[in-house]
């Protein structure tokens, strides 16, 4: 299985910060790459989708690149509903897929 | 409104079952692979498995860590999809989501597949304990 690691694992930052979260492949996976928010006791959201591509209803200030084994996710200006946890999610190696282990973004 | 809605949910004993049910409404069911994912109490999410549209000829997989326990079915005429649970041991203790699996296609001097989950319920809870 294609293992994906995110870093950090969490982070505390500031409302109005510019935050990166990276999301590292075992292999190349080109860009066959989403990621997802998830709050306390909900479900998860889809964020991005092709590594790069906004889902619909989703806020312009999240975005993501990166292709083969190394992704990001940047939030340009956090707001405060952005706290909560990030996970990528390979969806290259069909049928298999795999999740990151998540990015617990927290208020400083 | 688009949505999926898990049930089935409870308390099982260890080599014990129970059966998982997830009804889609606000879209055609019968166009989409479905997937369920779970997430163990303080932990990251898992994907179970997915059975794929009439299209893919209902083909199902799943993950190395329920292959032989669990079974992935659907109903197009029910919107419904379903997890059979047997055999059942402590780590499968979580909370059960069902997932909508949506597809972007991508021309790039041949077609490329992008698969991605797009609606999710709100999850049902199985625990499995003595």
């Known amino acids: 299985d294609i293992q994906m690691t995110q870093s950090p694992s969490s982070l505390s930052a500031s409302v109005g910060d510019r935050v990166t979260i990276t999301c590292r492949a075992s292999?190349?996976?080109?860009?066959?790459l989403n990621w997802y928010q998830q709050k306390p006791g909900k479900a998860p959201n889809l964020l991005i989708y092709?590594?790069?591509s906004l889902q619909s209803g989703v806020p312009s200030r999240f975005s993501g690149g990166g292709s083969g084994t190394d992704f990001t996710l940047t939030i340009s200006s956090l707001h405060p509903e952005d706290f909560a946890t990030y996970y990528c999610?390979?969806?290259?190696?069909?049928?298999?897929?795999?999740f990151g282990q998540g990015t617990r973004l927290e208020i400083k | 409104e688009v949505q999926v809605v898990e049930s089935g949910g409870g308390l099982a004993q260890p080599g014990g079952s129970l059966r998982l049910s997830c009804a889609a409404s606000?879209?055609?069911?019968?166009?989409?692979?479905m997937d369920w994912v779970r997430q163990a109490p303080g932990k990251g999410l898992e994907w179970v498995g997915r059975?794929?549209?009439?299209?893919?000829?209902?083909?199902?997989e799943d993950a190395a860590s329920v292959k032989g326990r669990f079974t992935i079915s659907r109903d197009d005429s029910k919107n419904s999809l379903y997890l059979q649970m047997n055999s059942l041991k402590t780590e499968d203790t979580a909370v059960y989501y069902c997932?909508?699996?949506?597809?972007?296609?991508?021309?790039?001097?041949?077609?490329?597949?992008?698969?991605?989950?797009?609606?999710w319920g709100k999850g049902t809870t199985v625990t499995v304990s003595s």
């Open positions: 059975t794929r549209n009439k299209g893919n000829s209902y083909t199902t």
């Open positions: 999610q390979q969806s290259y190696s069909i049928p298999s897929i795999t």
């Open positions: 606000g879209f055609t069911f019968s166009d989409h692979n």
């Open positions: 292999q190349s996976i080109s860009n066959y």
């Open positions: 997932a909508r699996e949506s597809k972007k296609e991508y021309y790039y001097g041949s077609w490329s597949y992008y698969y991605y989950m797009d609606v």
């Open positions: 092709a590594a790069s």
